[in-house]
């Protein structure tokens, strides 16, 4: 028994003596057999070492986890060495077991990091996809802004020109399909944008009794062209004034009407606005959008406010490219609110959602201004000098100056003939595309601005292909008066040249 | 003929380092991955400038992270390093500098070449991009895998070994 137990310890060790040449002096072959007069050296090529090694006397080396690799068996071994003047002791303990217990643990766990390792570089590259797809579609979108700027343009100075019924028909549709574009750019722009991060709230008072009736208004005769009923209702209680980002909530009852009106065939649209309750200078408002059209099956409510979805894609005669119920669920999602759908098929459909705005006190400075927001009677024409490469945009523009009687305009197409003609001719607004080669409208400003006295306050406005807020913020902080986003109508462009001249 | 050189190479685990010795010595290649504990030596026999052989003992050591944490009785008599990083996982040559500084402080006057190992996973704008990280340590950029560079790297170091 003891025997035996001795013995397989033996085939654990294996106790070689050798000179300080490496040369095998005697060997009890425990482990593995080696003829004697051979050199360690050649026995493996660990044993390279030694020739440097041997030669020094009284020192210990220990070597552990040595893979031997022999024709009929892989060892790992811890080996330890005593020299001595002429002959040393080498140790050799055989723990191939142990070790290769080791190295299984070491291959799972190596394994798992570099696969995880792995994994993070895919989601960086995924992320720098998006990251150009999103940069792209913002890059590509303006440029569709002046094209679409000057067709809005004309197609409304077409309209007011002498037509006849069947023409007057073919414009109704290129304008119908002008405005479906220009809708549809902006809201594949504010996808990219909120999908890069970069959408964000612009607070404001503004006149919420204003902003519902131009609502009405608005949809009440898209409705009505489709032979719709449309019945509006609002809570006595709602403020008069509030807080908030107007254009974003009034985008959120513009789409989710628009979609009613689109959806629908025959009967009725419904806009109910209510108070649910106020808190803390909140006031949380509930907006219900109801239709009597084609309905949304259940297996649908789940997704209809994912990004790219559209219930019935082939329903061709439906508009929309299915980016505006996401958009309205992140606005009303960024203003604390929530959004809910109840439809079935054929049944009509009812949009409930509710969003926080800030109360806001009665504020006569804003009535007041708009109030004054129709054109003033001036005395003397005003003097435009106008700053824009694009020829068809200044075509554009010129046109609708001119056509007010209220201007004489000046047009230039470069950068550097700005300030001479501001100090040449008598300049009462300038008004500049912000691109316009080799200049930045922000760099242009600033030179404006560092000019003697009766030439620095001279108003500037931009027309931006530019909407990100940051663009913006560079323009406005550079002195640029005003920013009007392409494209732009008419009423909108004459508003605020009236506004900055005031 | 001279003494045969002892060479050693250290990197993080699964670099390539075991697959750089491979192409090397039996000039092959594997895309399974094993992980190398503590030591494999290996050795090969080459002839460089006017044909002159020379024994090269190649030390394949286990990948750590930390190259503080290295055996040292392992390192005794190298003649020359080669410090292998993956191209394609940066986490692999985030610390190049600094672990590059630690050897030169504690083996000094021992010929090093750094490598970038995995070039085929990478493409050139990646290298230009990053210019800035490899470019002042980089001797090669290697391939185990097409087995681009692999003996000139070897070669180059037994060279100046001697
Ligand atoms: N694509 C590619 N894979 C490689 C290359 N070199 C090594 N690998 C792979 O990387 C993994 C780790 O290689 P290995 O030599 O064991 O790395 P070590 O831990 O540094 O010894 C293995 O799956 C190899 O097949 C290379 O040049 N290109
Ligand atoms: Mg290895």
Redesign the interface.
């Known amino acids: 028994m003891l025997e035996f137990y001795k013995a397989s310890q033996n085939e654990k060790f294996q106790y070689i003596i050798v000179d300080n040449t490496g040369t095998i002096k005697e060997s009890d072959n425990g482990i593995f057999s080696i003829d004697n007069h051979k050199r360690l050296q050649e026995v493996?090529?660990?044993f390279?070492?030694f020739?440097?090694?041997l030669v020094i006397p009284n020192e210990t080396?220990?070597?552990?986890?040595?893979?031997l690799?022999f024709e009929t068996q892989n060892l790992?071994v811890d080996i330890s060495v005593k020299t001595q003047d002429n002959s040393s002791i080498v140790i050799i303990e055989n723990l191939t077991k142990h070790?290769n217990n080791?190295?299984l643990a070491?291959?799972g766990r190596?394994?798992s990091i570099?696969n995880s390792?792995?994994i993070e570089?895919k989601n960086e590259y995924l992320l720098e996809k998006e990251k150009f797809k999103n940069n792209f579609i913002a890059n590509f979108s303006h440029e569709l802004r002046n094209p679409l700027t000057a067709s809005l343009i004309f197609g409304n100075l077409l309209s007011e020109s002498a037509l006849n019924a069947e023409q007057k028909g073919y414009l109704n549709i290129i304008k119908s399909a002008n405005s479906d574009l220009k809708q549809k750019i902006e809201d594949i722009l504010d996808i990219a944008k909120i999908e890069s991060g970069k959408l964000a709230l612009n607070t404001s008072v503004f006149s919420l009794k204003a902003m519902l009736q131009d609502i009405v208004t608005q949809h009440k005769t898209l409705a009505t062209n489709k032979q719709l009923e449309f019945v509006s209702n609002f809570d006595t209680k709602l403020p008069e004034f509030a807080e908030g980002d107007a254009y974003r909530i009034k985008q959120i009852f513009d789409s989710l009407l628009a979609n009613a009106i689109d959806f629908t065939n025959s009967g009725r649209i419904s806009l109910h606005v209510s108070l649910n309750y106020t808190r803390a200078q909140k006031a949380n408002l509930q907006v219900k959008v109801i239709d009597t059209g084609c309905g949304i099956a259940p297996k649908h409510h789940d997704t209809i406010f994912e990004r790219f979805m559209k219930i019935e894609p082939d329903a061709q005669s439906h508009n929309g490219s299915g980016l505006g119920l996401a958009i309205v669920k992140y606005l009303i999602t960024e203003m604390g609110g929530t959004i809910r759908l109840d439809s079935s098929l054929n049944e009509g459909s009812t949009f409930t959602c509710n969003f926080n705005v800030k109360i806001s006190s009665y504020n006569s400075s804003l009535k007041h201004e708009l109030l004054d927001k129709q054109t003033p009677e001036r005395s003397e024409k005003q003097h435009i000098l106008l700053l824009e490469d694009s020829e068809l945009m200044q075509l554009t523009l010129l046109k609708i100056l001119a056509a007010t009687g209220q201007f004489y305009v000046s047009i230039i197409s470069k950068g550097e003939d700005l300030i001479s003609n501001i100090i040449d001719k008598d300049v009462d607004l300038i008004l500049s595309s912000n691109t316009i080669q080799g200049f930045s409208i922000a760099d242009l400003t600033t030179a404006i601005r560092s000019l003697p006295r009766e030439y620095k306050k001279t108003p500037v406005i931009a027309l931006s292909t530019e909407a990100y807020k940051q663009d913006i913020k560079r323009f406005k902080k550079a002195g640029v008066t005003d920013v009007i986003i392409k494209p732009f109508d008419e009423q909108t462009l004459l508003e605020r040249i009236n506004k900055a001249l005031k | 003929m001279s003494?045969?050189k002892?060479i050693v190479l250290i990197g993080h685990?699964?670099v390539g380092k075991t697959s750089l010795i491979r192409r090397f010595v039996e000039n092959t290649f594997t895309k399974d991955?094993?992980?190398t504990?503590?030591?494999?030596?290996?050795?090969k026999e080459i002839h460089i400038k006017g044909d002159t052989p020379l024994t090269l003992?190649i030390w394949d050591l286990?990948?750590l992270d930390d190259i503080t944490k290295m055996?040292t009785?392992?390192l005794?008599?190298t003649n020359g390093f080669i410090y292998v990083f993956d191209l394609?996982?940066?986490?692999t040559y985030e610390n190049l500098e600094a672990e590059l500084e630690y050897l030169k402080t504690n083996y000094p006057n021992t010929p090093t070449k750094v490598v970038g190992n995995k070039m085929d996973l990478v493409n050139k704008a990646f290298i230009e991009e990053n210019n800035g990280i490899f470019t002042p340590f980089v001797d090669y950029y290697v391939s185990a895998k097409l087995g681009s560079r692999v003996e000139t790297l070897f070669t180059k170091l037994a060279e100046a070994l001697i």
């Open positions: 493996h090529p660990f390279e070492i020739t440097e090694l080396y220990e070597f552990s986890c040595i893979n690799n790992v070790y080791y190295q070491a291959q190596n394994e570099i390792q792995i570089l | 003494r045969p002892k685990f699964g991955y094993k992980v504990i503590g030591v494999h030596i290996s050795k003992v286990e990948g055996r009785s392992y005794l008599g394609s996982r940066p986490v």
